[in-house]
């Protein structure tokens, strides 16, 4: 099987079946990325199809890419706040977006009324966070992402990409029970294992 960086470059050269095995790959990925901007399906999915069908008229003029999975999110965010800023007849000023995280079921590690606190807890401590807080949770913790991917993601400075990280966890510490907190981290670095 191929990774990632093999695929990319037989797709650079024009090889379809790596364009389709990138576009499978990566498909799901980011529509549940989407969807964190988004809800409708429709605009979703129309989003990866651009992206995608851009990606083939250009792919003679595309570089390499230390990471295949940071290159298409980031594009992906592109094309869809594009595609979404349009929709709402963007008028020059910075949107920001609403990102929603929605947390998994785990109940063998902790009971079934404990993680209903815990959740409670967590949707009241998120609406307190800015839409590129709940982003970055999602990039580092679901997406498994890096700082530096992170970073080119979403257009920041490594150094800002810390300190957003740091501002959003702090967020949590503040509306959430120390308890609650750790296990939650603990949940979500698990996840992206």
């Known amino acids: 099987m191929k990774d990632d960086l093999e695929l990319w470059e037989e797709f650079r050269l024009g090889i379809e079946s ?5 576009f499978d790959s990566y ?17 979703l ?3 990866v199809q651009e992206l995608f069908i851009k990606l083939w008229k250009n792919r003679e003029r595309l570089n390499s890419t230390p990471s295949v999975k940071n290159y298409l999110f980031k594009a992906f965010r592109r094309v869809l706040f594009r595609k979404l800023a349009e929709q709402h007849r963007f ?20 009971s079934e009324e404990r993680m209903r606190s815990l959740r409670a807890q967590l949707a009241r401590a998120l609406e307190k966070m ?35 990280l740091y ?12 308890f609650n907190l750790l ?9 992206s294992n």
């Open 18 to 22: 790596s364009f389709k095995s990138l």
């Open 27 to 43: 498909y799901q990925q980011l529509f549940n990325y989407g969807h964190k901007f988004c809800v409708e399906d429709e605009v």
């Open 45 to 47: 999915e129309d989003s």
């Open 91 to 110: 008028s020059g000023i910075k949107a920001e977006f609403p990102f929603e995280i929605e947390l998994a079921h785990d109940y063998t590690m902790i």
């Open 130 to 164: 800015s839409p590129r807080q709940r982003e970055i949770i999602h990039l580092k913790f679901f997406e498994d992402m890096s700082y530096e991917e992170i970073a080119r993601v979403m257009n920041l400075s490594p150094k800002s990409t810390y300190k957003l």
């Open 167 to 178: 501002r959003a966890i702090d967020s949590l510490k503040e509306h959430m029970s120390p």
């Open 183 to 191: 296990i939650l981290l603990s949940l979500l670095k698990n996840m």
